[in-house]
């Protein structure tokens, strides 16, 4: 058997997209050499990871999946074993990703890292939902505050933190404002002629300025519950980091949800 932990490294990515095309233009590979990397470890192992006989587009075997979940167990596993004989896993850096919904919450995720011995630098983005798992996928950041677990895989660092509602906010008529998310999503369904007058915008905190100060209807997030069990109409927010995060780190991360 081959040595393969880069090319499972690479699959392990690839899978939380349908196909190689869409895999290939999220985590910086070619279709070519991913294709290639693929054929490699079907080669090597002796497993069929696609299914060319689909019609468009080749997409992943249920193979694929439980080979990924399989070197991910036991890269993890490695991992933990090796952070014992560090000297406490020691890391200067720590990049975290966030919707803005989120962000109070990251601020003080981030200034608990500060405590932690050898952290210097952190770095807290605020993205849409699609930038952030894109740039989680291509491990841009280690950890991340969202509505879901990105992709089709478990996480080993993963926890619910809480649930929010989503609030409707002003009076019928005048400017409907929305997210990017909301008005691509109106945009598909067909719906965006109802709407009238449209103010769309990235920012919540734009949103929730306009919505305050020059009126109009949208919907807005409200602050985070701690609850465990969502009602109807609430969403879950979720902490997720990489399986490589030190675990002292992920501790203190995870911590700010008791807090």
Same mark, same amino acid.
């Given at each position: ?6 090319? +499972?490294?690479? %699959? ?22 991913? /294709? ?21 587009? /080749? ?7 439980? +080979? /990924? ?9 490695? /991992? ?7 000297? &406490? ?11 803005? &919904? ?26 849409? @939902? ?12 280690? +950890? ?29 008529? &005048?400017?409907? #404002? ?11 369904? &067909? ?23 020059? !009126?109009?209807?949208?919907? @807005? ?8 069990? !969502? ?5 879950? #927010? %979720? ?21």
């Amino acid at each position: 058997m081959e040595y393969l932990n880069w090319e +499972l490294s690479v %699959l392990g990515r690839a899978i939380a997209y349908v196909n190689l095309s869409g895999a290939s233009a999220n985590i910086g590979i070619s279709q070519p050499q991913l /294709s290639r990397i693929v054929a490699r470890i079907e080669s090597s192992l002796g497993v069929r990871l696609l299914d060319r006989t689909a019609k468009r587009k /080749s997409v992943w075997t249920p193979a694929a999946y439980t +080979l /990924s979940g399989l070197y991910s167990d036991t890269f993890r596993r490695f /991992s933990g074993e090796v952070a014992k004989l560090s000297t &406490g896993s020691i890391i200067s850096h720590v990049r975290v990703g966030t919707l803005e &919904g989120h962000s109070a919450l990251a601020m003080r995720m981030c200034n608990r890292f500060f405590k932690l011995p050898g952290i210097s630098v952190v770095d807290l983005f605020v993205e849409d @939902l699609d930038h952030l798992e894109e740039r989680f996928f291509k491990r841009e950041f280690d +950890l991340i505050l969202s509505l879901r677990e990105p992709g089709r895989k478990r996480f080993f660092f993963s926890r619910l933190l809480g649930y929010q509602r989503l609030e409707k906010t002003g009076k019928p008529g &005048g400017v409907q #404002v929305m997210s990017s998310f909301e008005y691509a999503s109106s945009m598909h369904a &067909g719906k965006s002629r109802t709407h009238g007058q449209i103010l769309v915008s990235n920012s919540l905190g734009v949103r929730r300025e306009w919505l305050a100060s020059l !009126g109009g209807n949208g919907i @807005l997030p409200s602050p985070l519950g701690r609850a465990r069990t !969502g009602k109807p109409g609430e969403i879950p #927010v %979720l902490l997720v980091a990489n399986d490589d995060l030190p675990r002292h780190v992920w501790d203190e991360a995870s911590a700010v949800s008791k807090h």
